[in-house]
Structure formats: C-alpha cells, structure tokens
C-alpha cells in the first residue's frame, strides 16, 4: 500500500519566521510530487517535482525533492499570516497516475 | 484558472436516500478523482479513473459508486445514504502521460441526518 507521511503534523510559528514542512514517501511506480496549500475548501496547487535535487521556487516557496533517500521538503521564508493554511503533499503513481496524499501540515502564522 | 465543477456545494438529505455528487471538467483531463475529507483531516482517495469506462477504487473503502461514461463527467453515486457518509466529497481531474498535476473543484459537503 502506498504511504506518504507528513511532519510535523501541526506548527504554530510568528510571522517573519522561516519554516520547513516534510513529505517522506514509500510508493510503488513513483511518478511525481505534489505540494498543495487549502485554506477553506479546495486545495489549490503549489509545486510539481519529478526530478531529484532541482529546485522549485515561487516568491518566498521553494521545494525540493530527493528520489534517493525518498522525501521532499518544502519551505516557506518571511512567513505571513495569509500563509497560515494546511499543507498537503501527494505523490503520483502508476500509469493510472493515481494520487495519494499525506496527512497534511496545518501552519499557523502569527502576528 | 481550473474549470473543474461540483455540485451540489451543499447538500442535507435524510437516511435512507439514493444522491449523486456531480463532477465536471471541461480541461478534457483523461485523470479524474473523487476524495473523502473530514474537517480537519487528510483526503482520502476513494475512486478514481483515468479514462472513459474505467475506474478504480482508492484506498478507503467507500459504498459509494462511480461511472465514467464521458471523459469530462465524473459522478459518484450512494445507493442509501448513511449518517457515517457525512463529509467532505472532493472531485479533482489530471493530464499527462509523465507529470500529473491535479486540479480541484470546489468540493460537495455532505450531510446525511
């Protein structure tokens, strides 16, 4: 059974701060890596990695994935209160490309 | 923007009562997905397709239904609904032979009383 496991589960940290949220995954047929962020309703999406080791960036997000040791990180720097969401990564697999999330980090950012 | 549709966002219905969630997309995704989410808690995968007359169950077991008769309709059907079917229903769609990004609709919240 596919497995994808998120820490912390849950982080309370003050606007300005740096944080790093963890996705380790043990899948079969690993095709990619997803970062969403839900606020209210439906996820909406943040990062895409397939390959190990490149960086993706968007403003003050930046992921990365590592195929080896089978994990993925991602940062978020000068944290905001309008970050304040629940985390969630997914990794795709097989050739039905099939989806199966973590638990999800919930942030708190505040002032 | 994602056009990926449910309806209804919000539905109250008694036990015993045959509903169907209905999913839209109009991306022409072969990849669509239904998902299960308490408040709080994680998605879990409870069907998805990855094209015309195909379908698969997810992880978590479900006694709902689903069909896949045209490629941008996804609809999720239970027979009777139960107070142990109240949640958040989650319909997503992906493209892509390599990298699959999936887009989310606005999810149905169920309540069976």
């Known amino acids: 059974e596919d497995k994808v496991v998120q820490s912390p589960l849950s982080l309370v940290v003050h606007e300005g701060d740096t944080v790093t949220l963890n996705c380790s995954y043990e899948?079969?047929?690993?095709?990619?890596l997803l970062w969403y962020k839900q606020e209210k309703k439906a996820p909406t999406f943040l990062f895409m990695l397939?390959?190990?080791?490149i960086e993706k960036k968007s403003g003050r997000l930046s992921s990365i994935l590592d195929k080896k040791e089978l994990f993925s990180i991602l940062n978020i720097t000068a944290t905001q209160t309008g970050d304040s969401a629940i985390y969630l990564c997914?990794?795709?697999?097989?050739?039905?490309?099939?989806?199966?999330f973590g638990t999800g980090t919930r942030l708190q950012v505040t002032l | 923007e994602a056009d990926i549709y449910q309806t209804p966002r919000y539905l109250v219905i008694g036990t015993g009562k045959k509903i169907t969630l209905e999913c839209s997309q109009t991306?022409?995704?072969?990849?669509m997905y239904w998902y299960q989410q308490d408040p709080g808690m994680e998605l879990h995968l409870i069907h998805y397709?990855?094209?015309?007359?195909?379908?698969e169950k997810g992880d978590l077991s479900s006694e709902s239904t689903v069909s896949r008769i045209r490629t941008e309709h996804f609809p999720l059907t239970l027979e009777s609904a139960r107070p142990s079917h109240t949640s958040q229903y989650l319909c997503?769609?992906?493209?892509?032979?390599?990298?699959?990004?999936?887009?989310f609709g606005q999810g149905t919240r169920l309540t069976v009383v």
């Open positions: 997503a769609s992906g493209q892509g032979a390599r990298d699959t990004e999936a887009f």
């Open positions: 899948v079969t047929n690993f095709r990619s």
């Open positions: 397939t390959s190990s080791g």
């Open positions: 997914a990794v795709v697999t097989g050739t039905a490309s099939k989806l199966t």
């Open positions: 991306m022409g995704h072969d990849k």
């Open positions: 397709s990855y094209g015309v007359n195909s379908t």
